[in-house]
């Protein structure tokens, strides 16, 4: 890669323009790819190197002699300190890289900038953690994730990490396969779909059996009783489930309602829906809500739902592409879907949710466990004993209780079923990258 931007934010005008190179390594492979700008088409980025199976032996090289080298022989101080600086920077050119973001996949600005905050956030928090590892004994103190993660390469050179700690590979499903299947790879983590997941796992356990992490794909329910807070309950689950144009793994594109307030919240959920239309609009707009696609193969596939929805099920309102120009999808509600309708059972990873409505307790828990997916889940209700005992019934990794997903660094995140194996995030995350050795001693020899 041979660019990075260089921006000035302003509600008005931005500027881009090139600098020197921040990664020093040519790909073998001499495949390139292009990235362009959903709004309107434009070329972001040309020359974007895709990695050979050569350059990822080189990376894992890299990174087993950073592990068993300098790296090793850093104190718990010197790697918090590092990871500490990293975080500083991130947060330092948060804006900038969040512009990458917007200018290669559409992304709303302030979408982009909490993303990049949390990065940071992710970063403090495990460098808490190099000195807090103990087992039986305390470790000893001396000797004894699109286009704007490229730039943090950068970062990680500036701040002092050992080379081969971080290495950031780009490339097609090809890396990501040589990746999961490479012999001296001992942990992978994977975020994305749950097709693609199975294939890291299969290829993971044909090689060395190297341990997995899967955040993968979901269809998550969202449950709404005739006790809960009506504004509260709306506020959340129209922004939850349209949050980033509903290309979101957490976004509740199920919702359950109850059948005493569905009429009013159906009504009022419409409503909500046909104004975030006029939140639609260009990336940079601190007013956008909504945003574009990523690309316009995803636009073509979340278009292809539509129509096939509209044919099986009862349309309340969107539907369509939203303007003349860019990948635009207006948010979209389907009403009273069949169990095998495409648009219920299929994740679609765009701005359009189903509507379905329940009597009891028991069938809102089976609606929502009826998937083979099960990452997220909300209930809406002023009772929380009756939340605590619906939430241990929910198949899913993650049960938000009159709010939408919270995040954390501190808190495990991940999902149950065919959304995931293992956690991220916590000292449960952190546990998944360690390897628990068991030293017995006979002290009367």
């Given at each position: ?17 090139t ?9 073998t ?27 990822v032996d ?30 500083g920077?991130t947060?330092?050119h ?6 990458w ?7 709303p600005i ?14 403090r ?6 000195d ?9 103190d001396?000797?004894?994730i ?6 943090l ?6 701040v ?42 299969e ?6 059996l ?30 939850n ?7 979101a ?16 919240f ?9 104004q975030f239309?006029?939140?639609m ?6 007013n ?22 509209k044919?099986?099920v ?12 860019g990948?635009?999808?207006h ?7 069949k169990?095998?309708?495409g ?19 028991e ?18 209700t ?38 995931g ?10 546990m ?14």
């Amino acid at each position: 890669m041979d660019f990075v931007g260089k921006t000035s934010l302003s509600t008005e005008k931005v500027m881009w323009s090139t600098q020197a190179p921040f990664v020093n390594v040519d790909a073998t492979s001499g495949d390139t790819l292009s990235i362009y700008n959903p709004h309107d088409e434009s070329q972001v980025a040309d020359g974007i190197q895709v990695a050979s199976h050569e350059d990822v032996d080189k990376a894992v090289s890299a990174a087993r002699a950073a592990f068993k080298g300098e790296w090793c022989q850093w104190t718990p101080q010197q790697r918090s300190d590092a990871m500490l600086k990293f975080a500083g920077r991130t947060d330092k050119h948060a804006e900038e890289l969040a512009l990458w973001e917007v200018k290669s996949m559409g992304q709303p600005i302030n979408v982009a900038k909490f993303v990049y905050a949390l990065f940071g956030k992710v970063f403090r928090y495990y460098a808490g953690w190099t000195d807090k590892l103990p087992g039986e004994a305390w470790i000893e103190d001396e000797q004894g994730i699109p286009i704007g993660t490229l730039q943090l390469g950068q970062f990680v050179k500036e701040v002092g990490f050992p080379p081969g700690v971080i290495s950031i590979i780009t490339g097609d499903g090809k890396v990501g396969a040589a990746l999961a299947s490479h012999i001296d790879i001992n942990k992978i983590s994977f975020t994305g779909s749950a097709f693609a997941g199975k294939k890291v796992q299969e290829l993971a356990a044909k090689s060395n059996l190297k341990r997995v992490t899967l955040e993968l794909g979901s269809k998550s329910p969202s449950l709404i009783f005739p006790d809960a807070n009506f504004v509260n309950a709306l506020q959340h689950y129209s922004q939850n489930s349209l949050f980033n144009s509903g290309q979101a793994c957490i976004a509740a594109s199920r919702t359950f309602v109850h059948e005493d307030i569905a009429e009013k919240f159906i009504q009022e959920l419409k409503t909500r829906f046909e104004q975030f239309a006029h939140a639609m609009g260009q990336p940079m707009d601190l007013n956008t809500f909504l945003g574009l696609l990523a690309d316009g193969k995803q636009f073509e596939r979340v278009m292809s739902f539509l129509d096939i929805g509209k044919e099986e099920v009862e349309l309340l309102t969107g539907g369509a592409r939203y303007g003349d120009n860019g990948w635009y999808v207006h948010p979209t509600i389907f009403l009273n879907p069949k169990d095998d309708a495409g648009i219920y059972r299929g994740e679609i990873f765009g701005p359009v949710l189903t509507i379905r409505t329940f009597k009891t307790k028991e069938e809102a828990i089976k609606l929502a466990n009826d998937t083979s997916l099960g990452l997220s889940s909300c209930i809406f209700t002023a009772s929380i004993p009756q939340a605590l005992r619906i939430a241990k019934h929910l198949d899913a990794g993650n049960v938000n209780i009159n709010t939408s997903q919270v995040f954390g660094p501190n808190v495990p995140f991940g999902g149950s079923k065919q959304s995931g194996i293992g956690r991220e995030g916590g000292r449960l995350g952190l546990m998944n990258y360690v390897e628990a050795k068991t030293i017995s001693i006979n002290m009367n020899a």
